[in-house]
């Protein structure tokens, strides 16, 4: 296949032209990675979901040169387990003040603001999106998110939502590594 099919959902111009810049692609865990469900074993442990596709579209991230981080309010072990195999070298658990994080990452990484998008989902998220040069939710998003995004995936949190950002990530850069395949 030489050239990519359409994206099967629309992306709006100004979408589009965001995304060519991005180089820090940041989300949120709960409701965006996951489907916001909060799963506690007898002994109180945290368990986690998370989608298969989600996991490669981080991984395609990676692969195009995109650096890849999580910022989330929880801190478990399954999440750290699942941010270690998929390689998330950004990953900032346990964070109650999101953007002095995303601050600190953009300083250390030497990006501007217009080269990093972040994913939420609730109104924790928001002074993160605000800052960012491009703003993502997902469908079961608070409407305060939902409202500023500039594009919301089509599909919810840990349903594959992730996976639809990465692709209009990609197909922007024109970066989809066809041929390149990662552990999930």
């Given at each position: ?18 995304a ?8 949120d ?13 007898a ?5 986690k ?34 941010m270690?195999d ?13 953007l ?14 217009a ?24 469908q ?27 692709d ?8 989809y590594p ?7």
């Amino acid at each position: 296949m030489n050239q990519l099919p359409k994206l099967p959902y629309d992306v709006p111009a100004d979408v589009t032209a965001k995304a060519k810049l991005i180089k820090l692609a940041l989300f949120d865990v709960d409701g965006v990675l996951t489907d916001g469900k909060l799963h506690y074993s007898a002994d109180g442990e945290q368990v986690k979901v998370f989608h298969a596709l989600d996991g490669h579209g981080l991984k395609m991230l990676q692969l195009a040169g995109i650096e890849v981080g999580v910022i989330s309010a929880r801190n478990s072990q399954a999440l750290r387990k699942r941010m270690q195999d998929l390689g998330v070298r950004h990953c900032h658990l346990g964070v109650n003040d999101k953007l002095a994080v995303f601050e600190q990452l953009k300083r250390d990484l030497k990006f501007d603001d217009a080269e990093c998008a972040f994913t939420g989902d609730d109104v924790i998220d928001l002074p993160v999106m605000q800052q960012c040069g491009l703003k993502f939710s997902v469908q079961n998003g608070h409407f305060i998110v939902l409202a500023i995004a500039d594009w919301v995936a089509p599909l919810t949190g840990g349903q594959g939502a992730v996976r639809a950002i990465c692709d209009v990530l990609l197909y922007s850069q024109n970066a989809y590594p066809l041929g390149k395949t990662a552990q999930q």
